[in-house]
């Protein structure tokens, strides 16, 4: 039987810094990671990471920035804590080897972001995500942990009202092996892939997020999707805000720079929601280029300046467009990106769940509310992974014994299988495509009662096609078609989770517009969305948001 103190669910930046965390404060910790390490998405993370350092910038900007970029519905406490903790923690990652750009005078090079009061995020070229990853993994390296690599999260035990370790699918054997754990961190990262259009890498479906819910945990603010506004038009790959924080532009199909209709003081510097809703009007009102997309534009900037900050973008655009953005424009198209939602957590990473703590993009602590500001989740990766390693080494020093045995496996085991012996039905695959579908044509930027409710009636046809779906590879070595059944299950979970908050939530809000309610509602609405799993479909109830000083105002740019 497999035995740890703590066990973290994912090896991307919040799940290494987090077992940093609880080995530095003593624990036998265990990684647990369906990919090796340095392929987790963080790894694709492009521009940058934000903190208030040198003298011109304040932590109080930064501070009012996330608030307001929240709209208001980010915790203040948290994101004050938030704040204050990113100049020693991106020093700390330059100190375990990270290379970061530097200006002409050898201090940390930072570029603008939209919604900031100050270029304040701080990059390695357009590959910040990679270099961040390779330092932590590289310092993590030094430490003593246990690594179960290409291993599947399926399910948590909880068990006397604690959460007391893990079922974990083993690729390589197409075992399913329980893992005894005092605590148990999620950091499973995104669940973009509920949507076909989306930045996120293929791995991403949210799984920690899902097998929580499962398992008893609260899911916060699922309702608020992030669309990044920039991605090329086909494969919906990422073009970093930085393009624009190195001054790109956007321009309509009849040449317009129509930023200025919507964010006349920033431009293309307001937040994310705000420009990816102005390109969706532009288009919807017939300002798109022919095809329905607008111009990201590069060109005045230079070829020296584009081929050294923006390389990767350049190598993007070339392979997988065509473009060159040296020469000519970049055709772009929101797509989703980011999940504001997720395991809802306190400061210190903890659940609702004693034993259970999560961190990263899977949590949801809450410092983005609404709408996340570019360049602060990366950042939200290091500071609430540290924390929730910290809190989860600490509840483990005192845990009793876990009691679980072996047979926990086989139980999890039998009730998979039944999907590989199943003579006739679905594939995963077709469910999740005519998911991702969905989400994009019904769950997508500007959303309605009607468009919401019909989606949801459809959510549930899926998921009584997923009843009968059948895995037709019936072999134990590396079965992806497995995987992918699980994968589809918890999709369908959480896209579920995303309707039912969206129809309930009725107001705009951040990443979260309604147009059959088109105004911040602050006294019905300024609190947060918690779903709790239920066979029928999540139940809904709500908590408030956390205050200390910045009023709530009408959001500008
Ligand atoms: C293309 C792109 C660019 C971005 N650029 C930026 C940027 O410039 N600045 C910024 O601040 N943010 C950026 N973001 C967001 C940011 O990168 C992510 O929110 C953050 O890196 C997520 O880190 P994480 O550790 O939570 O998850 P990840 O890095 O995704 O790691 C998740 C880990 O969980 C594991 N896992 C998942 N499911 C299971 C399972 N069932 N069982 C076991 N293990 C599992 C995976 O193997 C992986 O190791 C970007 C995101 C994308 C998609």
Same mark, same amino acid.
Request: glycine content about 10%; hydrophobic content about 40%.
């Given at each position: ?7 973290? *669910? ?46 011109? %910038? ?22 004050? !804590? !938030?704040?204050?903790? /990113? ?15 530097? #200006?002409? =005078? ?5 570029? $603008? ?37 290409? &291993? ?5 035990? *909880? ?9 974990? !699918? ?8 329980? @893992?005894?754990?005092?605590?148990? *961190?999620?950091?499973? #990262? $995104? ?17 920690? @997020? ?43 199909? +009849? ?8 964010? $006349? ?7 994310? %929601?705000?420009?990816?809703? /102005? ?26 300046? @584009? ?12 392979? !997988? ?8 424009? @970049? ?92 003579? =006739? #039905?679905? =594939? $995963? ?30 959510? +549930? ?11 037709? =590879? ?50 019905? &609405? ?12 999540? +139940? ?9 000083? &910045? ?7």
């Amino acid at each position: 039987m497999r035995r740890h103190d703590v066990v973290v *669910v994912g090896a991307g930046l919040a799940g290494q810094r987090a077992a940093l965390a609880a080995v530095g404060a003593g624990a036998d910790v265990a990684i647990v990671s369906k990919l090796h390490p340095l392929r987790s998405h963080s790894g694709a993370a492009q521009g940058g990471i934000n903190a208030a350092v040198g003298a011109e %910038d304040s932590v109080d900007t930064h501070i009012y920035d996330t608030v307001k970029g929240s709209d208001y519905l980010g915790d203040q406490d948290a994101i004050e !804590f !938030f704040c204050r903790e /990113a100049g020693p923690t991106v020093v700390e990652m330059e100190h375990f080897g990270t290379i970061f750009s530097r #200006g002409d =005078d050898g201090s940390l090079a930072r570029r $603008p972001f939209g919604g900031a009061g100050f270029p304040r995020t701080i990059y390695a070229a357009d590959r910040t995500g990679l270099a961040l990853l390779q330092a932590l993994y590289e310092r993590l390296g030094t430490e003593p942990f246990t690594l179960y690599e290409e &291993w599947d999260l399926t399910s948590l035990i *909880v068990r006397d009202e604690r959460c007391q370790g893990i079922v974990g !699918f083993d690729r390589r054997t197409g075992s399913f092996e329980p @893992i005894a754990a005092k605590a148990v *961190v999620i950091a499973t #990262g $995104p669940a973009g892939r509920i949507y076909g259009r989306t930045t996120n890498a293929h791995t991403c479906t949210g799984d920690g @997020i899902a097998a929580a819910y499962r398992a008893g945990a609260f899911l916060k603010d699922m309702e608020f999707v992030q669309f990044h506004p920039t991605a090329l038009l086909e494969s919906a790959i990422l073009i970093t805000e930085g393009a624009r924080g190195e001054g790109g532009i956007l321009k309509n199909g +009849k040449g317009e720079r129509f930023m200025s209709r919507y964010a $006349p003081h920033v431009l293309e510097l307001a937040s994310r %929601d705000v420009v990816s809703r /102005a390109i969706w009007t532009e288009v919807k009102e017939g300002r798109g280029f022919p095809g329905d997309f607008v111009h990201l534009e590069l060109m005045h900037l230079g070829r020296e300046r @584009i081929e050294s900050r923006l390389e990767e973008i350049c190598d993007f655009s070339r392979k !997988f467009a065509g473009i060159d953005p040296v020469v000519e424009p @970049i055709p772009v198209m929101p797509a989703q990106h980011y999940m504001m939602g997720g395991v809802g957590t306190n400061i210190q990473g903890a659940t609702n769940i004693p034993g259970l703590f999560a961190a990263g993009e899977a949590a949801c602590v809450s410092i983005h509310g609404a709408n996340r500001l570019g360049g602060n989740s990366l950042l939200e990766t290091l500071v609430f992974g540290k924390q929730a390693g910290i809190a989860a080494a600490a509840y483990a020093r005192t845990a009793a014994d876990p009691s679980i045995v072996v047979a926990d496996g086989k139980a999890e085991a039998a009730r998979i299988e039944t999907m590989v012996r199943r003579p =006739d #039905g679905e =594939d $995963p695959a077709t469910i999740r495509v005519d998911l991702q579908r969905l989400m994009d044509a019904q769950v997508g930027i500007y959303r309605d009662f009607a468009t919401l409710a019909d989606a949801l009636a459809k959510l +549930k046809a899926l998921k009584a096609r997923y009843a009968k779906v059948r895995v037709r =590879d019936g072999s134990k070595a590396f079965n992806l078609n497995l995987v992918e059944a699980l994968e589809a299950g918890n999709m369908l979970d959480l896209a579920e989770t995303i309707i039912v908050g969206a129809i309930a939530r009725t107001e705009s809000r951040g990443a979260h517009a309604r147009t059959d309610h088109p105004k911040r509602d602050d006294a019905g &609405w300024m609190r947060h969305t918690l779903a709790a799993y239920a066979r029928d479909g999540p +139940k809904l109830s709500y908590a408030p948001v956390a205050y200390t000083r &910045w009023e709530p105002k009408e959001r500008v740019y």
